[in-house]
């Protein structure tokens, strides 16, 4: 097992709250995949107007944490941690399916798979669920760049 606790998740993201979706990497293998985790809480800014009257985390943001749960695993194989000039952009999103509303009290199991890289882009093959129940997957293709 290689897991990675919070404090590693944030040197691997540059991400902060509200935007830091990843609480903690349960195991990982570079260059092949990882397995995180996402606790979904009532306290999230986004649930006072998606749905009030029924909270649902919205997919993009399920995208979003897949993603981020890949850039983790790419650091990882690159064996370099994020700069400030660090960015690591979706390129594409392909196949998305949402299966299942992930709501507030939701442990979201997110699982990344590297399907192949090529001239800097790398392609995943993702999956969120929640209790064994397959919430969304999708295929996310990825890029690391540096700014200015």
């Known amino acids: 097992m290689n897991p990675i606790d919070i404090h590693g998740v944030l040197k691997h993201l540059p991400h902060r709250y509200p935007m830091l979706l990843i609480d903690r990497v349960l195991d990982y293998t570079k260059d092949v995949s990882l397995t995180a985790i996402k606790n979904v ?16 985390m919205p997919g993009v943001l399920i995208l979003e ?43 979201l199991r997110l699982e990344v798979a590297v399907k192949r890289k090529m001239k800097g882009v790398w ?26």
């Open 41 to 56: 809480t009532m306290n999230e800014p986004f649930f006072p107007g998606h749905f009030p009257h029924h909270p649902v």
């Open 65 to 107: 944490a897949l993603a981020q749960a890949c850039a983790i695993l790419s650091f990882r194989t690159m064996e370099r941690l994020p700069t400030e000039k660090s960015v690591y952009y979706f390129v594409g999103i392909d196949k998305a399916r949402f299966r299942r509303p992930v709501e507030p009290g939701d442990q």
């Open 123 to 148: 392609l995943f093959e993702t999956s969120a669920s929640v209790g064994g129940e397959l919430c969304a997957s999708a295929e996310l293709m990825c890029t690391y760049k540096e700014t200015a």
